[in-house]
């Protein structure tokens, strides 16, 4: 990349900002943050963990919405103009991505909860990373960029499904993770969704 091609995104950048913005579904953000809060809180009552449970489907539920950020008609026509794909993607991650995780941070300091560990960070990040690698996938796969709802299914097979299935005993408790410690499962995860993110930009887009 070249100093005319830096110059130029950051250019971009901030005019992107604000349409990028407008398309986001940030209504389904409300409702999934409720949502997600009610369960922890219901999840914490009668000296109830939520740790156990509801924390951790909380936090796929939040990532089950950034599985739809790239639900986006225009990404068809963007490849061959200034504006590449992967740039326009990157400022709806800078923008969604911290919004999600402010309302995971503020539902892990729902009672009796005491703030997010290390484990439910990992685990958080990971699926974050995750739900936006196989939805980038998806949507260039997908005709109609509607990659979201089949990355979902994907995301709540990784996040709920295995562990269930696989973890001896089934937990979904991020601590407690199907396979190896929990700082080696969730940064494999991370790690994957890394590799496919970079890799289904690095591909051109099939016509």
């Given at each position: ?10 250019t971009q950048g901030p005019l992107l900002v604000r349409p990028n913005a407008r398309t986001i579904r940030w209504a389904a953000l409300c409702v999934i943050g409720a949502v997600a ?149 969730w940064s494999s995860i991370a790690g994957i969704g890394i590799v496919l993110f970079v890799s289904t930009h690095a591909l051109p887009r099939r016509r």
């Amino acid at each position: 990349m070249n100093d005319g091609t830096v110059e130029l995104r950051a250019t971009q950048g901030p005019l992107l900002v604000r349409p990028n913005a407008r398309t986001i579904r940030w209504a389904a953000l409300c409702v999934i943050g409720a949502v997600a809060a009610l369960a922890v809180w219901t999840g914490g009552r009668k000296n109830g963990d939520p740790a156990m449970f509801a924390l951790p489907v909380a936090t796929t539920l939040l990532c089950v919405w950034l599985c739809f950020l790239f639900e986006d008609l225009a990404a068809e026509t963007t490849d061959s103009t200034a504006t590449p794909l992967a740039w326009r993607r990157a400022v709806r991650m800078a923008i969604a991505v911290p919004a999600a995780a402010c309302v995971w941070f503020a539902i892990t300091w729902i009672r009796p909860l005491e703030g997010p560990t290390a484990a439910a960070a990992g685990s958080f990040a990971a699926q974050v990373v995750l739900a936006l690698a196989v939805a980038a996938a998806l949507g260039r796969t997908i005709p109609g960029a509607r990659g979201g709802l089949a990355a979902a299914g994907v995301l709540v097979f990784v996040a709920i499904v295995i562990p269930l299935w696989l973890g001896s005993p089934p937990s979904i408790e991020p601590s407690r993770p199907p396979y190896g410690t929990a700082a080696t499962y969730w940064s494999s995860i991370a790690g994957i969704g890394i590799v496919l993110f970079v890799s289904t930009h690095a591909l051109p887009r099939r016509r």
